[in-house]
C-alpha cells in the first residue's frame, strides 16, 4: 500500500502540464508571487539601463555606475516580508531585500517601478533608507528608457501566468531571457534551502548513532537545598539516606587597622604567611597602606586571596585585612576544631603586628562532615564536593543540617534518546514537505533530481535495515512505532511525514533498551540505521557526487550562460546604435 500511494502522487506530479528538469534546467514559472514579480521588475529595470549606457546615465546623474547595477542583478535576493514600515527594506552588506507583500500588491505600476530603482541605489549605498537623491534620477532615467513599456507590460504576464499557463519549454526569443534568468535564481533558492534541510537531517541521523548517552542516571534529592548529587554511568540504581552535619570552609584571618591608606609600617619589615605548612615571608617597605599590602600579598600567589575593607563603625581601627585560605577543609588529619589552624600570620610591621590579627581565626578551615544510612561514624572530606562516599555519584553538600536525615534517589533516564529521535522526526519532516512542495510548485515543478531525493527518502526511512541480526526485536523505525502517514489528498500538510506512537516508543525503550541502541548505532561491525540512513543522505549532499551540489553546479552554468546571452544582445545593440549613429 505505502509503495502504492508514493506511486500515485508521483504521477500526480509527472503528469502535470509541465517541462520538466534535471537540477539546472528551466522548468516553469512560479514561486513566490511576489518577489517573483520584484525579481520581473528588477531584472528588466538593469536591462533597460544597461541597454541606455554609461554616456546616457552620465547625462542626468554621474554617480551612478551601469556597470555597478548591471553586477548587482546577479547578487540581489528578495524575501517576502509584512507590516514594514516602508513598501521594502534593502540590506547592502547581504544585498537581500525584505518586499512588504501587502504594500507591494497595493502599488501602482509606476510605484513600483520607483521602489526598484530607490533599493538599487540603497542596495548599492548611493542612497539611505528614507533618502531619494540619486534614486529619484535613476527612476526618471527609467521612465525615459526605450524598455519602459516592457516593464509596464510585467503586471499582465503576471496576471497571464497567474492564471495557469505554463511554458513548456525555453523560448528562444530575447524577450523571454529576464523571465529564465528569474527562474534560475528562484531554483537556487530552493536547492540551497533543501541543502541546508538536508544537512539538518543528516546531523539529527549522526546523533541517532552515539548512543551512549541514550540512557543516564539521574539523582534526585529529597531536599536540594541542603545536597544534591551528580551520576555517573557505574551508579547504582537505589536510594541513599544521609545528614549533612557540617560544610567545609575556607580559613578566614582579619586584622584590624586605622584605614584603608594608612601606611602600616614605617620601617622596612616582613609578614611571615605559614599555610597548610608551607611558609612565605613577604618584604613590607616603610610607607606601604594596607590596600597595597593586600594586592602584595595576592601577587605572591601563595593559595590565598586577601582584601581590605572599612567596617564603618566610627572606630580608631574600623579597617580591616582579610587573608582567607582558598582550599576549603582542614590541612591536618585531625579534624578537632579549635586547633591545628591552617594559617598562622607572623609580623614584624611597626604599625600592623601580629596582634592585630587575633589569636583565633574568623572562619576557622574545617572539614565537611556527613553521615550516611545507619552508619555510627562520621565521614569528614576537605571539600563539598564529595565523589567516594557514594558509589557512582558525586555529592554537592549545599547547607548543613546536622541529624535531619535526606534521601538521594537514583533512577535512570532514557529522555535524550527521546530528544535524538523526535529531532530526527522533526527534520525528516520539514525536510520532506519542503519537497513535496518543490516537486508540485514553484519554479521547481517536476523537477526529476527532487522526485528521486522524495522517493528515496520515503522508501527508505522505515524500511528494514539491512544485515541486522535476526533476533533482535527492532529491524526499522515502524517497530518503534514511527511510521509514515499517507493522508487521503496529495497536498495536505502531513502527507508523507512520518510520526511516532509515543506509547509504543517508551514500551520499547524500557524493555528493549539493547535491542534500540543496537537498531541505531549497529554492533561487531554491522551497520545501524544511522549509517544506513546517512549513506542515503550522502548521495544527495555529497560535495562531489551529491544531487544537491550538482544541481546548484547546473543552475549556476545555465545562469553563466544567460549572462553570455544578455552579453551578446547588448553588444549587437550597441553595434546597431553605433551603425545608425554612422547613418
Not at 224 to 239: E, L
Request: some cysteine; aromatic content about 6%.
Amino acid at each position: 500500500m505505502k509503495n502504492f500511494k508514493l506511486f500515485a502522487f508521483l504521477m500526480f506530479v509527472l503528469s502535470a502540464d509541465t517541462a520538466l528538469a534535471v537540477g539546472g534546467h528551466e522548468i516553469g514559472n512560479g514561486g513566490e508571487p511576489n518577489c517573483s514579480q520584484y525579481y520581473s521588475y528588477f531584472s528588466k529595470i538593469t536591462l533597460a539601463i544597461q541597454e541606455m549606457g554609461q554616456a546616457r546615465v552620465d547625462q542626468t546623474n554621474k554617480k551612478i555606475s551601469v556597470k555597478d547595477i548591471w553586477e548587482l542583478r546577479r547578487q540581489v535576493r528578495c524575501i517576502p516580508a509584512g507590516d514594514l514600515d516602508r513598501g521594502a527594506r534593502s540590506n547592502s552588506t547581504t544585498k537581500v531585500t525584505s518586499l512588504d507583500f501587502k504594500k507591494w500588491n497595493n502599488d501602482t505600476i509606476d510605484q513600483k517601478i520607483r521602489l526598484v530603482t530607490h533599493e538599487i541605489c540603497v542596495l548599492l549605498k548611493l542612497d539611505g533608507e528614507g533618502e531619494y537623491y540619486n534614486s529619484e534620477d535613476l527612476y526618471q532615467i527609467v521612465l525615459f528608457s526605450p524598455k519602459i513599456n516592457e516593464i509596464r507590460a510585467i503586471e499582465k504576464d503576471f496576471s497571464t501566468r497567474a492564471s495557469g499557463s505554463i511554458r513548456k519549454a525555453i523560448p528562444k526569443g530575447p524577450e523571454s531571457l529576464d523571465q529564465i534568468s528569474i527562474d534560475i535564481m528562484l531554483q537556487e533558492e530552493i536547492y540551497q534551502q533543501l541543502a541546508s534541510l538536508t544537512e539538518g537531517l543528516n546531523n539529527a541521523v549522526n546523533d541517532l548513532g552515539k548512543t551512549a548517552d541514550f540512557k543516564t542516571e539521574v539523582v534526585q534529592s529529597s531536599d536540594p537545598a541542603v545536597v544534591t548529587g551528580v551520576a555517573s554511568v557505574s551508579a547504582r540504581i537505589s536510594s541513599v539516606t544521609l545528614s549533612v552535619e557540617g560544610l567545609a570552609t575556607n580559613e578566614s584571618w582579619v586584622g584590624a587597622f586605622t584605614g584603608v591608606n594608612n601606611a602600616v609600617t614605617t620601617q622596612r619589615g616582613t609578614l611571615t604567611l605559614k599555610l597548610r605548612g608551607r611558609e612565605r615571608a613577604i618584604m613590607v617597605v616603610a610607607g606601604t597602606t594596607l590596600v597595597s599590602l593586600a594586592a602584595q600579598i595576592n601577587s605572591e600567589n601563595m593559595g590565598v586571596s586577601a582584601s581590605v575593607y572599612n567596617t564603618g563603625d566610627g572606630s580608631a581601627n574600623a579597617a580591616r585585612i582579610d587573608i582567607t585560605d582558598l582550599l576549603p577543609g582542614k590541612a591536618n588529619r585531625d579534624p578537632t576544631p579549635g586547633a591545628n589552624f591552617n594559617l598562622s600570620i607572623t609580623s614584624s610591621l611597626t604599625l600592623l603586628p601580629t596582634e592585630a590579627f587575633g589569636s583565633m581565626p574568623v572562619t576557622e578551615g574545617l572539614n565537611a562532615k556527613i553521615k550516611v544510612g545507619g552508619l555510627a561514624e562520621d565521614i569528614y572530606r576537605e571539600s563539598n564536593e564529595v565523589a567516594d562516599v557514594v558509589p557512582g555519584v558525586t555529592l554537592n553538600l549545599i547547607s548543613a543540617q546536622p541529624g535531619v536525615k535526606k534521601t538521594l534517589t537514583i533512577t535512570e533516564n532514557t529522555s535524550n534518546a527521546v530528544i535524538k529521535i523526535k529531532k530526527f522526526i522533526e527534520k525528516y519532516n520539514q525536510l520532506i514537505t519542503a519537497l513535496r512542495k518543490a516537486i508540485i510548485s514553484g519554479p521547481t515543478t517536476g523537477d526529476l533530481s527532487l522526485l528521486y531525493m522524495f522517493s528515496k527518502l520515503t522508501t527508505t526511512v522505515t524500511d528494514a535495515v539491512p544485515k541486522l541480526p535476526e533476533n533482535l526485536s527492532i529491524h526499522s523505525l515502524v517497530d518503534l512505532g514511527i511510521e509514515t502517514v499517507y493522508s487521503s489528498y496529495s497536498d495536505q500538510d502531513n502527507d508523507t511525514q512520518i510520526l511516532s506512537n509515543e506509547s509504543r516508543l517508551m514500551d520499547e525503550l524500557v524493555n528493549y533498551f539493547e535491542d534500540l541502541t543496537t537498531f541505531f548505532a549497529g554492533k561487531n561491525e554491522v551497520n545501524g540505521f544511522s549509517s544506513y540512513f546517512a549513506g542515503v543522505l550522502s548521495t544527495m549532499i555529497d560535495p562531489s557526487t551529491g544531487i544537491l551540489p550538482k544541481g546548484l553546479a547546473n543552475l549556476q552554468r545555465d545562469s553563466l550562460q544567460i549572462m553570455d546571452q544578455y552579453q551578446k544582445q547588448f553588444e549587437e545593440n550597441q553595434k546597431l546604435n553605433h551603425n545608425g549613429e554612422k547613418k
